[in-house]
């Protein structure tokens, strides 16, 4: 048995490229138009999980992984990860168990 190989018609676009989305046919007001608006916008920064991590850490009584589960809506295992990860960006995380439950405290930042 011998294989026939067919020879394929070049692929064909979805649609055909548009000559005003260029950056030729945009001219020199492309650069301006793709700046933010303000610069106050982007100074303005969002509270992240990970912040909120750390406060739940730093409390005297730290946090369970139940409760970080809970203030942060991620599944166990991304709270355990996100614990390894602030481990290696230097935080002392420590691990006790309280009553069979784990904790875990994080020593406050030092303040400069």
Not at 80 to 103: I, M, P
Not at 104 to 112: N, R, V
Request: hydrophobic content about 35%; charged content about 25%.
């Amino acid at each position: 048995m011998t294989q026939q190989t067919k020879t394929r018609s070049p692929r064909k676009m979805a649609r055909p490229q548009s000559k005003a989305l260029t950056m030729d046919a945009l001219g020199s007001d492309a650069d301006e138009r793709a700046e933010p608006a303000s610069s106050a916008d982007t100074s303005s920064k969002a509270t992240t999980k990970t912040a909120l991590v750390l406060s739940l850490l730093e409390r005297a009584e730290g946090a369970t992984l139940v409760q970080l589960v809970e203030a942060t809506g991620w599944l166990p295992h991304t709270a355990r990860a996100a614990l390894t990860g602030l481990k290696k960006k230097g935080h002392a995380v420590q691990r006790t168990s309280v009553d069979g439950v784990s904790r875990y405290t994080i020593a406050p930042a030092a303040s400069e």
